[in-house]
T-cell receptor, first 113, second 117 residues
């Protein structure tokens, strides 16, 4: 089974801190995605990547950046965390060109205080 | 414009009854896929069922079926014989094929289903 692992389940950070959320998948998938989930808003796409060193902005990229130096790892970076970035963050992956469902990680619940 | 609309923020169903969760979508791409995910309180996203735009038959997976009405742009999830473990958040999602076949999944806002004993 494909596994998508997010390094932290719960994270508490202070306003202004630089925050790294890590996501690793073990099935050689080309495509990786970062979503945030907020009550009443569903999942919204932050950034995605179709290959190493490639990145594309999603619907809400402001305040975030990403890094994909290796195929298996896709990092989400909050350059200067703010309280409105308190949310559940979900990473997902899928094989390039596949039309099926994504495999998601278990999520990171980030609280910025 | 919202591409996926789930109009039911919350639903209740009696155990062992069937329930339909509504989803409408908007796209001009003739090739697309429709998905339903379940998210229990633990937070993981569980893929339930998939329907391709060219599929002639409605998709079924065990107790889950997708009522696909292409002309109405509707992709409702039907859960038969509800169980207490079905209590969760349910998300409808869509991917368009686009030019490259790599367009990301777009999600609706979700429906919270509560199954009552």
């Amino acid at each position: 089974d494909v596994k998508v692992t997010q390094s932290s389940r719960y994270l508490v950070k202070r306003t202004g801190e630089k925050v790294f959320l890590e996501c690793v998948q073990d099935m050689d998938h080309e495509n990786m995605f970062w979503y945030r989930q907020d009550p009443g808003l569903g999942l919204r796409l932050i950034y995605f990547s179709y290959d190493v060193k490639m990145k594309e902005k999603g619907d809400i990229p402001e305040g975030y950046s990403v890094s994909r130096e290796k195929k298996e790892r896709f990092s989400l970076i909050l350059e200067s965390a703010s309280t409105n970035q308190t949310s559940m963050y979900l990473c997902a992956s899928i094989r390039g060109g596949a039309m099926g469902g994504y495999t998601f990680g278990s999520g990171t619940r980030l609280t910025v205080v | 414009a919202q591409k996926i609309t789930q109009t039911q923020p919350g639903m209740f169903v009696q155990e062992k009854e069937a329930v339909t969760l509504d989803c409408t979508y908007d796209t001009s791409d003739p090739s697309y896929g429709l998905f339903w995910y379940k998210q229990p309180s633990s937070g993981e996203m569980i893929f339930l069922i998939y329907q391709g735009s060219y599929d002639q038959q409605n998709a079924t997976e065990g107790r889950y079926s997708l009522n696909f009405q292409k002309a109405r742009k509707s992709a409702n999830l039907v859960i038969s014989a509800s169980q207490l473990g079905d209590s969760a958040m349910y998300f409808c999602a869509m991917r368009e094929a686009g030019n490259s076949g790599n367009t990301p999944l777009v999600f609706g806002k979700g429906t919270r289903l509560s199954v009552i004993a």
